[in-house]
């Protein structure tokens, strides 16, 4: 009986052994799934760095892309037909306004100023002949001596002759302006840029066929500067303002121009405001033609922000900025970009500076959706 009873017991105690141990299998998998499941939720949250945007300088300069151009630039075309009898000036050459540069041989048209002349002599000996007839018609007619109409036909001639005088006189001139068209020279103080013809070249008035330029002028003691300016900052384009100008082939130099004048107009093909720079160039550093950055000294709004690039999230809708709100929800805002500077963008509406702003967003990320922030310094 007692052996038996012990047999029980010892049953009894490994029963609960092995239930002890099963029970604290169980609890011990239990736990162990509900670690899982928390670790996998949290994986399952996005963890995003985040940093506050930067505030924008309250003055800054924007560097454009500008053509130099000479201050007066201009073809110089024959107005007499005939040969280039010499040329004065090459190109390189500095001219002074009024300085005889090219003649040119043009005998037909020397020969109809010499048959103008006498026509015109011709008709004047007529004018006066009819001028002593008339005299004379008028005393005899006062003697009744002669018709009145004989006298009306006299003083008739002599105001068609009159008048014949009269157009001899401006054909005259007109051949007169002619030749001295045969003498060619410079209209400005300049440099010339280009010479087309040589001494024998056929030099076509534009008669019959196509004027030929003879040679380019430019006035280059003073420069224009073309440049276009973004409409965001065409307030800062106006006339007056100090623009500075730079060179690639003049590394470390600036030269300082002025806004002269501008479209005061956008452009609508290019949403750009055309302005021109002047720079004196009395010392012929600069060449018209080439190739010039425009620095141009902008007032910024200091509401302005400024986030990296890589914020930025590009959708359909807009440009968007992630935010996190409340500490963990995510709002995609949409927002207005301004000045672009290459590795950073400036933002001037959609945020403050206190957001806190996604660097680097998946683009799986919706508005409120739960992240885990990870803050990271401002850079």
Same mark, same amino acid.
Do not use: C
């Given at each position: 009986?007692?052996?038996?009873?012990?047999?029980?017991?010892i049953v009894l105690i490994a029963i609960l052994i092995a239930g002890g141990v099963v029970v604290r299998?169980?609890?011990?998998?239990?736990?162990?799934?509900?670690?899982?499941?928390?670790?996998?939720?949290?994986?399952?949250?996005?963890?995003?760095?985040?940093?506050?945007?930067?505030?924008?300088?309250?003055? *800054?300069?924007? /560097?454009?892309?500008?053509?130099?151009? +000479?201050?007066? @630039?201009?073809? !110089?075309? &024959? #107005?007499?037909?005939?040969?280039?009898?010499?040329?004065?000036?090459?190109?390189?050459?500095?001219?002074?306004?009024?300085?005889?540069?090219?003649?040119?041989?043009?005998?037909?048209?020397?020969?109809?100023?010499?048959?103008?002349?006498?026509?015109?002599?011709?008709?004047?000996?007529?004018?006066?002949?009819?001028?002593?007839?008339?005299?004379?018609?008028?005393?005899?007619?006062?003697?009744?001596?002669?018709?009145?109409?004989?006298?009306?036909?006299?003083?008739?001639?002599?105001?068609?002759?009159?008048?014949?005088?009269?157009?001899?006189?401006?054909?005259?001139?007109?051949? *007169?302006?002619? /030749?001295?068209?045969?003498?060619?020279? +410079?209209?400005? @103080?300049?440099? !010339?840029? &280009? #010479?087309?013809?040589?001494?024998?070249?056929?030099?076509?008035?534009?008669?019959?066929?196509?004027?030929?330029?003879?040679?380019?002028?430019?006035s280059t003691s003073k420069l224009r500067i073309f440049v276009s300016v973004p409409q965001i900052y065409?307030?800062?384009?106006?006339?007056?303002?100090?623009?500075?100008?730079?060179?690639?082939?003049?590394?470390?130099?600036?030269?300082?121009?002025?806004?002269?004048?501008?479209?005061?107009?956008?452009?609508?093909?290019?949403?750009?405001?055309?302005?021109?720079?002047?720079?004196?160039?009395?010392?012929?550093?600069?060449?018209?033609?080439?190739?010039?950055?425009?620095?141009?000294?902008?007032?910024?709004? +200091?509401?302005?922000?400024?986030?990296?690039?890589?914020a930025l999230i590009f959708r359909a809708e807009n440009v968007q900025l992630a935010v996190v709100r409340?500490?963990?929800?995510?709002?995609?805002?949409?927002?207005?970009?301004?000045?672009?500077?290459?590795?950073?963008?400036?933002?001037?509406?959609?945020?403050?500076?206190?957001?806190?702003?996604?660097?680097?967003?998946?683009?799986?990320?919706?508005?409120?959706?739960?992240?885990?922030?990870?803050?990271?310094?401002?850079?």
């Amino acid at each position: 009986m007692f052996r038996s009873l012990k047999v029980v017991v010892i049953v009894l105690i490994a029963i609960l052994i092995a239930g002890g141990v099963v029970v604290r299998g169980i609890n011990a998998r239990i736990k162990a799934a509900a670690v899982v499941k928390q670790e996998t939720l949290e994986l399952a949250v996005p963890a995003v760095a985040v940093i506050h945007p930067e505030r924008g300088s309250p003055m *800054e300069e924007i /560097v454009l892309p500008g053509n130099i151009m +000479a201050f007066i @630039d201009s073809p !110089i075309y &024959a #107005r007499t037909s005939g040969y280039l009898k010499k040329w004065y000036a090459d190109i390189g050459t500095h001219v002074k306004s009024g300085q005889l540069i090219a003649e040119i041989e043009a005998p037909e048209v020397d020969q109809q100023l010499d048959q103008a002349r006498a026509q015109l002599e011709t008709a004047r000996a007529n004018l006066k002949l009819d001028e002593i007839t008339l005299k004379r018609y008028q005393d005899l007619l006062k003697l009744e001596a002669i018709a009145r109409q004989d006298v009306d036909n006299a003083a008739g001639k002599f105001e068609a002759d009159k008048a014949t005088v009269a157009s001899n006189e401006a054909n005259v001139k007109r051949l *007169e302006q002619l /030749v001295a068209f045969e003498r060619v020279y +410079a209209p400005f @103080d300049g440099v !010339i840029t &280009a #010479r087309n013809t040589d001494i024998g070249a056929l030099i076509n008035a534009g008669n019959g066929g196509a004027a030929q330029e003879l040679f380019h002028i430019s006035s280059t003691s003073k420069l224009r500067i073309f440049v276009s300016v973004p409409q965001i900052y065409a307030g800062d384009a106006s006339p007056g303002r100090v623009a500075e100008i730079t060179l690639s082939e003049k590394p470390g130099r600036r030269f300082t121009g002025r806004i002269a004048r501008n479209a005061d107009a956008i452009d609508p093909a290019t949403r750009t405001l055309p302005t021109e720079v002047d720079i004196d160039n009395s010392r012929g550093e600069l060449l018209p033609g080439a190739y010039a950055e425009v620095h141009l000294k902008i007032s910024s709004d +200091a509401r302005n922000l400024i986030v990296p690039v890589e914020a930025l999230i590009f959708r359909a809708e807009n440009v968007q900025l992630a935010v996190v709100r409340g500490g963990d929800k995510v709002d995609l805002v949409h927002v207005t970009l301004g000045r672009d500077y290459g590795t950073k963008v400036e933002v001037t509406s959609g945020i403050t500076d206190q957001d806190w702003v996604v660097v680097n967003p998946p683009d799986s990320l919706r508005s409120g959706e739960t992240v885990r922030v990870e803050p990271q310094p401002r850079q």
